[in-house]
């Protein structure tokens, strides 16, 4: 794990959450937290690490086991160095994948796909997103979500009509075969965050951005 | 196939009727079986989930209607089953138990099988019920407490090390090969010495059919010795006559008793331990983020906890290499969708979906463990069955924890709960 992972405001929510977790007495990671008698009730965008809480992260993740999973993906209104900024900004983004085909999944045939874009972030963020600061930081990464799955999804030989349904904030994908229902499916399985991000950074809205819905 | 006669049930005016002539078939076939080998198929069951405890989800009917299955009631809890286009009963559907529909058939045991993989990959509602070993422990404890030592009952240890390379340090795995039992699979179970072309590599399938005494006088022993044998697919319990009843660990039961109506009371004490495990592990781990204080002082608090499954020892980098490889791949048995996002060597973090019931689960992977986060509404089903496919292929004796409780405890506090 690089130093500047350990600076990071992000990755130091996680640690605190994974801290307060319950674990088994034999698992890889023990919550050491608790044992210290810290209870945290509120999460804060710029949570400040105190001094002696660094040197346990160095003693947990000594080894093999690393970061530990993230349970918030990531939080525009906290600084981040940009490498740790992309792969909070992956996650995010390969949940909201995950959100989108589990919709997907269930949709009935024939029938329309709804991706509404602000339940998707919701959902991807166990309803965090609601806290965040900036209501415009909220605009701005649902309008990504949008274009990354109108993107996934019309890319796919398939040539699926998408339609955007303002008024609701929605991705409507019409269906109307088992068949096509297989080829959306896959066109979201084949979907790539990483690289739909790259070059891509969403604390910068992009020129014309709220033209660009349709 | 056998004879129309043979193989689908007569039209049956009431429930008792129908339980009184799958009754009497038992009779019949366990006369045969104690003679010779019976040439009519015995009642097989299926056991199924159908994540009813999501808000979205169809009524266990409506899901499999959507499968292609057409019910027409008998009461309010027992329909007759057939695929749409058949004017023949295949089968029986019972609303057995609280989100666990069975279905009932004599169909021939590939036909039978066939027709269950099209209903479960036909409807995103229903999964097979995945008896884990700790499961199959807490059974088999039951078994040793209720029957006779003197009878009879069997155990099946299955556990092939799928990921490893084969004796010559091939690297043999291929996508096709971890995917789920293809038709071929189906036909030829045991494939014949010429025709097995599968690579040499670590692999152990092995039955045991003993009276109960002598099991558990061994078992300990023989798990102490040698692996695989944590890893059990498969467990009889016997019936209180003779014969028993044959629990897989997908999902399936066949009724080698005279009575049916005790197999059918042994599958619904089954599926009660099953659901109450589920449901306390869905309550341990389920992920949410409640929101506390009033608006001016508003806070939010996370709940839930992960599953941890750690290895009895740490996987070698090859075969976590070639585990890792395979487990996303399309047609995998672990059924997860999710790109890899790898932090460092021996190291990866998946933020995927249960391709199976579509739903969310994060997870992460190294060669000391495996973690897994459900958030809310995911079912525990997926639990279940990724224990089940570890076990089977990656680690036999795996030890997984629910929070700070140990799966097994959590099975075993089910089945206090149940033999009261």
Known sequence: MTGSALRDPIYQLNFVLWMLEEFPPAAPTRPLLRQMGYTLHSLGGGLPMPPELRVRIHEVFEGETGRRLYLIPWDPSVSQTPEERQLCQRILFERVLAEALALAGRACVPGEVHFPVDTLLDRATFTLARRWRARQDIKHITHTIHRFLRVTIERHPRKFATRWDAMIRTLVVPMGSAGEHGELLRALEEGQPAEWLKGRDMQQPELFEDGAER | ?420
């Open chain 2, 1 to 420: 196939m056998g004879s129309a006669q043979e193989t689908y049930l007569p039209s049956l005016p009431s429930r008792q009727a129908y339980l009184d002539y799958l009754d009497g078939y038992a009779v019949e076939r366990a006369d045969e079986l104690r003679v010779a080998k019976t040439k009519r198929a015995l009642v097989k069951t299926f056991l199924f989930e159908t994540v009813a405890q999501d808000q979205e989800a169809p009524d266990a009917l409506t899901a499999f209607r959507e499968a292609g299955v057409v019910l027409d009631p008998v009461d309010e809890t027992l329909f007759t089953a057939k695929p749409a286009g058949s004017r023949e009963i295949w089968g029986l559907v019972e609303l057995l138990e609280r989100r666990h529909p069975v279905l009932y058939t004599f169909l021939e045991s590939t036909e039978a099988r066939r027709w269950w993989h099209g209903i479960i990959y036909g409807s995103p509602w229903l999964d097979r019920v995945w008896l884990s070993a700790p499961i199959f422990t807490a059974l088999w404890e039951y078994v040793r407490r209720t029957s006779s030592p003197h009878r009879f009952s069997k155990l099946t240890f299955e556990y092939e090390a799928r990921f490893e390379m084969d004796e010559n340090g091939w690297d043999v795995l291929t996508q096709g090969e971890d995917g789920d039992e293809t038709d071929e699979e189906l036909e030829a179970i045991e494939p014949s010495d010429e025709s097995d072309q599968r690579p040499e590599r670590r692999s152990s399938r092995c039955t045991v059919v003993e009276r109960v005494s002598e099991i558990q006088a061994r078992l300990a022993r023989l798990q102490q010795v040698y692996r695989p044998f944590h890893s059990i697919t498969q467990l009889r319990i016997p019936a209180p006559s003779r014969g028993g009843h044959d629990f897989y660990f997908d999902g399936r039961v066949t009724n080698r008793s005279d009575s049916f109506l005790d197999h059918r009371q042994q599958v619904a004490f089954v599926l009660r331990l099953y659901r109450e495990a589920t449901e306390s592990a869905e309550q341990a781990l389920w992920m949410s983020a409640e929101r506390t204080g009033d608006e001016a002082n508003q806070a939010y608090r996370l709940h839930g906890a992960p599953v941890v499954m750690r290895f009895s020892e740490p996987l070698s980098e090859g075969v976590f290499e070639r585990w890792m490889s395979a487990m996303f791949a399309r047609r995998s048995r672990f059924r997860i969708w999710g790109n890899p996002i790898s932090l460092g060597p021996n190291h990866v973090h998946v933020y995927g979906i249960d391709r199976h019931l579509w739903q969310p689960i994060y997870l992460e992977f190294t060669r000391r463990h495996a973690m897994a986060i459900l958030p809310k509404g995911t079912c525990g089903n997926t639990v279940h069955r990724l224990v089940t496919n570890i076990q089977r292929f990656v680690d036999a004796e795996v030890k997984t924890w629910i929070g700070e409780t140990e799966y097994s405890s959590v099975v075993n506090r089910s089945l206090t709960t149940r033999a009261r």
